[in-house]
């Protein structure tokens, strides 16, 4: 996959979650659904994963997603970040990832939950380097969850629309 394309740059909901950072936050698992089908719409594989704690929901997240040479690891958050880098991207647009109820493994490690959310922002823009699009879309019902920045990019929360 090329970079944007201007026009892609117009009409893509790609591109704007990238171009706030490659973490995205829904407070609204309506909205997170709804941004989950139009990225499916564009071609993209979706990895989901709800709730759960440490190498366990990691584990069921990539256990989904194609790789490149190896399988994955998430015997420590190292492995979690070289596994991500051997994504595979063929026949898809790009890769998302999706943690719903993202509260929970939070409240069990902040520090951890922390540093998979930046790892991903990390790989991501690895990625996009090489013309690959990777994300991910964090979904808590609990907006007073700080992140701080990850990847350089100060992480929110979105609210529901209409509020």
């Not at 509260?103 to 540093?115: I, L, V």
């Not at 690895?126 to 350089?152: K, V």
Request: glycine fraction near 10%; include cysteine.
């Amino acid at each position: 996959m090329a970079a944007f394309t201007e026009a892609e740059t117009e009409r893509q909901w790609d591109y704007e979650l990238l171009q706030e950072g490659a973490v995205s936050g829904f407070s609204d698992e309506k909205q997170l659904d709804h941004v989950v089908g139009e990225l499916q719409g564009l071609g993209y594989g979706i990895a989901q994963s709800r709730g759960g704690t440490g190498s366990t929901m990691l584990a069921h997240l990539l256990s989904q997603v194609s790789m490149r040479y190896c399988g994955w690891s998430v015997k420590n958050l190292d492995a979690f970040c070289d596994t991500l880098r051997y994504i595979d991207f063929t026949g898809a647009t790009g890769r998302a990832l999706v943690i719903r109820e993202f509260d929970e493994p939070f409240k069990a490690d902040p520090s951890w939950a922390r540093t998979v959310a930046d790892v991903i922002a990390q790989v991501s823009y690895e990625h996009l380097l090489m013309g690959n699009r990777f994300l991910a879309l964090l979904h808590s019902r609990d907006c007073n969850i700080t992140l701080g920045q990850l990847g350089g990019h100060e992480h929110w929360w979105r609210e529901p629309l209409g509020r």
